[in-house]
């Protein structure tokens, strides 16, 4: 049996590695050879088989093929119909998860307990349906872990660092930016920040939009009518891309499906690193947002640790050197060091402090004896960057008479304003009648080491409590019935 | 500061309720402040990205670079919000304050 395995569940690829006797992590490859696997599933039409990885990409037949359903995760109403029936994205995550299961447990021996990891700024319900979809595949979730404090992990063990690094972590589909302490085998994480919706993909967006308008103006025609069509091109923008990283120039030849001719594509890097400025720019954003919630400056940083495919642009590397003023590391394979990283994160946890990533607290009036005014805002009880586990009470007073019900809302989110913040849960508590204003109610927060929330709420002059750990209703969220039920399901699929 | 816990339900509505209510769904409460809210979806002529960001423009640089680091960090964490409307307004935000720090601060 495989004891120590990490699996880095991606918006683009998706890796399983384990812990080798010796102590070091190895990525385990997939039954068709290879060591990472695209994060696509394809449902075909004639055959009862859902396809997996670089079969399932290539396949060609777009509206029964699913993409990056790692974006949706966090979406409660997200949902997928193939042949009439209703998909969750915790349920197209658990088809890739069972493949590597599946697969790689053959290499590796028998997979029952893994590490996942999961972007730094993954909101409750996304963590939650990720802890679902690896129920549904069979395995049991010993920690989710970040991805960039499982990249942090593994340049750590390999390069043998000591001080602060900065992991700056730009994947597929998003960017993450974590700030930690290394100490020998001991890590201190400071803070993570992410963004959602900010990587390499978008980029490839861009690149088609590039490619569609040249086409355009030499033949006069639109360079794609369909998805099919579309996505043919969007991977020839990623080659393209990827080719950028190495050469000043590059062309490739294209052409439509409605026979309007071939266009010759000419791109420099030049002007490839002016269409994707704006993204960049927002990621420096986080950098300095990541740098101010540690109180530090980009002096105060030994090392800049790069990971993700989108690193490999040359101009994110001047831009951290510009920033930090010194040259960024690679974290060896940028593509497989979270979950190598992973993979030893399931061994080393319990030196690695971790802190809460999101604030959470509830919507109270909040009245301000300078100005006296009186508004509602968002009053935190767990602020962002608490080290976990870690749970905090704050007291609240009634401020009517005869209050008979007590609602709590819990808020995920660290800004004041209301409007800025999610309502995550709800606990009401009846409370006895006929009792003045001002009764003290206790709100406790407690959050775990998977980064997941629960609430209890004292009202302490009748001793009624009530505690709840929060859930999501929603139609792309299961219930606990539905998640056994699609489970057994899931386990007799075949899947390849 | 002084924070008073106050029955939400009562304090939105202004009504004296004394019955228990049943429990509204998550987001419920996100909306009706949304509501309570300066009205931002009004049909407006188009603002530019410095109004979006409420830079002025005798804004001495370093106000302006604070307060595009606030409304980085607000609209960065809305763009993962539940409320598919914000999220659409952080998406629009976001280039916006991009736009405004490579007008005041150069490009990277």
């Known amino acids: 049996m495989a004891e120590h395995v990490g699996i880095d569940l991606g918006t683009t690829l998706s890796g399983l590695a384990y812990l080798k006797p010796d102590g070091n992590p190895e990525i385990v490859p997939n039954a068709d050879g290879e060591r990472l696997t695209p994060s696509v599933v394809f449902f075909d039409s004639h055959e ?47 088809l890739i998860l069972s493949k590597l299961k599946r697969e790689c447990s053959k290499i590796c021996g028998d997979i029952t307990e893994v590490v ?21 595949a069979g395995m049991k979730v010993r920690r989710l872990v970040n991805e960039p404090t499982a990249a942090a992990v593994y340049y750590a063990h390999s390069q043998g660092v000591k001080g602060r690094v900065l992991v700056y972590d730009l ?51 639109t360079l794609y009518s369909d998805e099919r069509h579309r996505r043919r091109v969007l991977h020839a923008t990623e080659d393209a891309k990827k080719m950028l990283s190495k050469l000043q120039r590059v062309n490739d030849t294209v052409a439509n499906d409605q026979n309007s001719g071939i266009a010759r594509i000419d791109l420099t890097r030049d002007h490839f690193e002016k269409m994707i400025r704006h993204m960049l720019t927002r990621t420096v954003f986080l950098v300095e ?33 510009k920033m930090f003023g010194k040259t960024p590391k690679s974290c060896g394979n940028v593509d497989e060091c979270v979950a190598l990283g992973a993979a030893l994160f399931a061994k080393k946890s319990a030196r690695i402090q971790e802190v809460c990533n999101a604030s959470y607290g509830t919507l109270a009036m909040v009245y301000n004896a300078k100005t006296k005014e009186e508004k509602l805002m968002n009053s ?19 401020s009517e008479d005869n209050e008979r019900v007590i609602e709590v809302d819990i808020t995920q989110g660290e800004d004041e304003d209301a409007k800025f913040v999610d309502v995550i849960g709800r606990i009401t508590l009846d409370v006895p009648p006929n009792r003045a204003k001002g009764c003290e109610v206790a709100v406790t927060f407690s959050y775990d080491e998977n980064q997941r929330v629960r609430a209890l709420v004292v009202d ?33 699929m075949r899947i390849e | 500061m002084f924070k008073i816990f106050k029955n939400i339900s009562k304090s939105l509505g202004g009504g004296k309720a004394t019955e228990s209510k049943p429990a509204a769904k998550a987001g419920s409460l996100l909306d009706k402040v949304n509501k309570g809210a300066p009205a931002t979806a009004k049909a407006e002529p188009p603002r530019t990205p410095e109004e979006l960001c409420g830079i ?3 804004m001495p640089k ?47």
């Open chain 1, 116 to 136: 996942i990891t999961v972007p730094a700024n993954f909101n409750e319900l996304a963590r939650k349906s990720t802890i679902a979809a690896a129920e549904m």
């Open chain 1, 48 to 94: 009862d088989v859902k396809l997996v990885g670089s079969a399932a990409r290539d396949g060609g037949e777009p509206d029964r093929t699913i993409f990056q359903i790692k974006r949706h995760m966090d979406d409660p109403e997200h949902l997928v119909e193939i042949d009439g029936k209703k998909w969750t994205p915790a349920e197209i995550s658990a």
């Open chain 1, 289 to 321: 947002q990541a740098l101010d919630s540690a109180k530090l400056k980009p002096s105060d940083i030994d090392h800049v640790v790069l990971v993700g495919g989108s690193t490999r642009i040359p101009k994110v590397k001047t831009m951290l050197e």
């Open chain 2, 62 to 108: 370093d106000e302006i670079r604070a307060q595009l680091k606030l409304l980085f960090r607000r609209y960065n964490r809305s763009a993962s919000s539940l409320d598919a409307k914000l999220r659409g307004e952080a998406d629009k935000m976001l280039d916006a304050i991009v736009q405004v720090r490579e007008k005041h601060f150069g490009e990277i």
């Open chain 1, 380 to 398: 935190i009880v767990i602020p962002k960057n608490s080290i976990i586990p870690c749970s905090r009470t704050q007291v609240y007073q009634t």
């Open chain 1, 171 to 221: 994947g597929g589909g998003t960017l993450d930016t974590t700030i930690l302490e290394v100490d020998g085998e001991h890590i201190k994480i400071l803070t993570s920040e992410g963004a959602r919706h900010l990587g390499g993909s978008n980029f490839d967006d861009l690149l088609l939009e590039a490619y569609a308008d040249q086409y355009k103006k030499q033949t006069g025609a």
């Open chain 2, 56 to 58: 002025t423009p005798k």
């Open chain 1, 460 to 492: 302490k002059q009748s001793g009624r409590s009530k505690e709840v750990a929060v859930t999501y209703k929603g139609a792309g969220v299961l219930s606990d019935e539905e998640l056994k039920r699609r489970s057994q399901h899931l386990r007799a």
